[in-house]
């Protein structure tokens, strides 16, 4: 129930909430990229928390476990509630989408426009533990925007497909066990490789 070809398995079933979800946080970061105004306010708050967070864990007795903890109870928590979350007709994982595209897609600009070496940020800043966090992030609002289809579904359902209805509930149930298993734990590869080869590459 629990191996990772069921969760690839799984993931298939899925394959249409998770494009969904690849194009909103596509979206996300144009958003960010061109943004101005209230938006652009809203991503420099979100921005600026961060860096101070960063600052405050940099000066601790032990910055890589520090950081390595904090990343990975912050991913893993985050992406377990928006895909639970779902259930309220996937509005939370829309809205988790957007904003951390469009601070991706802010960040990226600003780095650009200042003349910095967007390059180099992408290649030692984003990839090393991007290259499995994002993915996963994106697996986990897919699956709960699949749990937000299926509560649109549940309001629709008559008596005659009641039952059906009732499957596909002990069905997402358990894909959702094996998907949040392996989400923690890619979160936890992502997070062990942020705080030590993402924090050496751009110390």
Same mark, same amino acid.
């Given at each position: 129930m629990y191996r990772?070809?069921?969760?690839m398995k799984d993931l298939a079933a899925i394959k249409l909430p998770l494009m969904i979800s690849a194009v909103l946080f596509a979206l996300g970061?144009?958003?960010?990229?061109?943004g101005s105004g209230p938006i652009q306010d809203i991503i420099v708050k979100e921005i600026q928390g961060l860096g101070e967070m960063s600052q405050s864990?940099?000066?601790?007795?032990?910055?890589?476990?520090?950081?390595?903890?904090?990343?990975?109870?912050?991913?893993?928590? !985050?992406?377990?509630?928006?895909?639970?979350s779902g259930i309220l007709f996937g509005i939370i994982p829309i809205v988790f989408l957007a904003i951390n595209g469009m601070v991706l897609g802010f960040l990226l600009s600003v780095v650009e426009s200042s003349g910095g070496d967007l390059v180099e940020l992408i290649f030692k800043g984003l990839l090393p533990?991007?290259?499995?966090?994002?993915?996963?992030?994106?697996?986990a609002c897919g699956y709960g925007l699949a749990l937000g289809g299926l509560?649109? !579904?549940?309001?629709?359902?008559? !008596?005659?497909?009641g039952s059906g209805i009732k499957m596909q509930w002990r069905e997402f149930w358990? !894909?959702?066990?094996?998907?949040?298993?392996w989400i923690v734990l890619l979160?936890?590869?992502?997070?062990?490789i942020e705080s030590t080869i993402t924090l050496w590459l751009v110390s």
């Open positions: 990772f070809s069921i969760f970061i144009a958003v960010g990229w061109i864990l940099r000066q601790s007795d032990h910055p890589e476990l520090s950081f390595f903890i904090f990343i990975f109870l912050n991913n893993s928590i !985050k992406s377990i509630l928006v895909l639970f533990h991007g290259i499995i966090e994002i993915p996963v992030i994106i697996i509560s649109f !579904k549940s309001m629709a359902f008559n !008596k005659d497909r358990r !894909k959702s066990r094996t998907g949040s298993l979160l936890l590869v992502a997070a062990v």
